[in-house]
């Protein structure tokens, strides 16, 4: 099977599974409630912090002709820069206060989900990077609308859809970024199986994502503080909460 051809079809298969997943089927029968998504907002912000610089590091082990797309790939991390904002910037707009957000550390189900592009670069084949940006890319695109018509449904107001609708629309010219990337990084069987691992991988992640906040909506859990965030901050904790939502 054709590389392209083979990591399309494991997309398809990681996709499907996502929209039966409990959270996906929440959404889709109508269920959701503003608490959900609000939850999911404050996940959304945790993980997408941590994109462009995961992307960088993942340039840092190209080796040989790879280096050719070092470029390209580091313009592509800056692109996701300021997305995590996007996620609070939605969050104020629902009457949210936002200032600790920032402080705190994410759900359990949110750092797996982070932490898996961070062991696939530095552990194991780091190609297989382009399998979690591939879902994170592909995932809005093949059905962002449906899932923002869910939330229009379930009384969420278009000022507080931006971080879905970017990602809906500009991450069209970052599928194509994808397509060259495989044609560029995928050389080998070994970085094939890689890719098409860190598809499923990423895709049952997110889901999970998605169900640990929906649960921390219904049970809220403590929030612990985030050290290593608050020590690095040197404005106040509501200067940090409208900075961030800017």
Do not use: W
């Amino acid at each position: 099977m054709h590389t392209a051809t083979k990591i399309r079809s494991s997309f398809e298969d990681s996709i499907a599974r996502f929209h039966a997943s409990p959270a996906l089927q929440t959404l889709a029968s109508g269920r959701i409630t503003l608490a959900h998504y609000k939850a999911i907002l404050r996940e959304i912000y945790h993980y997408a912090k941590e994109d462009p610089q995961i992307q960088a590091l993942a340039a840092v082990y190209f080796r040989g002709d790879d280096r050719d797309s070092v470029k390209m790939f580091l313009k592509h991390a800056i692109s996701e820069i300021g997305h995590d904002r996007m996620a609070l910037a939605d969050l104020a707009a629902l009457g949210e206060d936002v200032t600790e957000v920032p402080l705190t550390n994410p759900l359990p189900t949110t750092i797996a989900l982070t932490a898996f592009p961070f062991y696939q670069v530095q552990y194991a084949n780091p190609i297989g990077y382009l399998g979690y940006l591939y879902f994170l890319e592909h995932m809005p695109t093949a059905a962002g609308r449906s899932y923002a018509e869910g939330l229009l449904r379930a009384g969420v107001p278009e000022s507080a859809l931006s971080f879905l609708h970017e990602h809906t629309t500009v991450d069209v010219a970052h599928n194509k970024l994808m397509d060259e990337y495989i044609q560029r990084l995928v050389r080998t069987e070994a970085d094939l199986d890689a890719v098409c691992y860190a598809i499923d991988v990423t895709g049952d992640l997110y889901a999970l994502m998605l169900q640990g906040a929906m649960e921390d909506a219904e049970r809220p859990r403590r929030r612990a503080v985030r050290h290593e965030e608050v020590a690095r901050f040197v404005s106040s904790a509501s200067e940090i909460g409208s900075r961030a939502a800017a």
